[in-house]
């Protein structure tokens, strides 16, 4: 299936712990992006990489990393986690910079 | 700030009736989209409509777009019970970044 796949879909942390989600598409697409969705399903754009290079880079503490290998995957790498950081993140891609974009399942983050 | 308002922020109809929301926005953009999101999913990718453009449609989805105004609606004709979900307005402002900003999303419920 063609697809912006994500893992994990789900995830439970403590305070203070390092986690990370994947990204992974397969469309073809040349620019990869993170979303945070909160609780009131405020959708904000966290990152967005063009055939791995950064291009946006919102506020966002610098305890949140993005990585991308390849133009096919972006990872997300989140250290010292807070309670805050409770929320939903998606990938997503798009095949033209600011064009349509294909979103993943999303990975709901729970810091406890 | 977001960049794009919607109204009403829950709307709740029978099955057979017609649904309609609308997206404000504050900046000049270059295109307007819509998304749905079922929910626990990803966003749905619906119909984009560029700032030249008045209306647009596909299949039941009737998209108009007023740069006047800085404002677009999404009509949904003879709603479904499967047409339950948020909708988002999504603004690309042409900047070469190519960020997609957002609205708070309509909560959509078709009653059977």
């Known amino acids: 299936d063609t697809a912006v796949s994500q893992t994990p879909k789900y995830l439970v942390t403590q305070m203070g712990n390092d986690k990370s989600i994947k990204c992974e598409q397969n469309?073809?697409?040349?620019?990869m992006y993170w979303y945070k969705q909160d609780s009131k399903k405020f959708l904000k754009i966290m990152f967005s990489y063009n055939n791995k290079e950064l291009i946006i880079n919102e506020t966002v503490p610098n305890r949140f990393s993005p990585k991308s290998p390849d133009k096919a995957h972006l990872n997300l790498h989140i250290n010292s986690l807070e309670l805050g950081d409770s929320a939903v993140y998606f990938c997503a891609s798009s095949q033209v910079t600011g064009y349509v974009l294909t979103f993943g399942a999303g990975s709901r983050l729970t810091v406890l | 700030s977001q960049q794009g308002e919607e109204d009403p922020q829950a709307l709740s109809i029978q099955e057979g009736e017609n649904a309609t929301m609308n997206c404000s926005y504050k900046?000049?953009?270059?295109?307007l989209q819509w998304y749905r999101q079922n929910s626990g999913r990803g966003l749905v990718h619906l119909i984009l409509i560029r700032s030249n453009e008045r209306e647009k449609h596909s299949g039941r989805l009737r998209v108009t777009l007023d740069t006047s105004k800085k404002s677009s609606s999404l009509l949904i004709t003879a709603s479904r019970a499967a047409d339950t979900a948020s909708y988002f307005c999504?603004?690309?402002?042409?900047?070469?970044?190519?960020?997609?900003?957002f609205g708070d999303g309509t909560t959509l419920t078709v009653k059977p």
């Open positions: 999504a603004t690309d402002e042409g900047t070469n970044a190519g960020k997609s900003t």
């Open positions: 900046t000049s953009i270059n295109n």
């Open positions: 469309l073809g697409h040349d620019t």
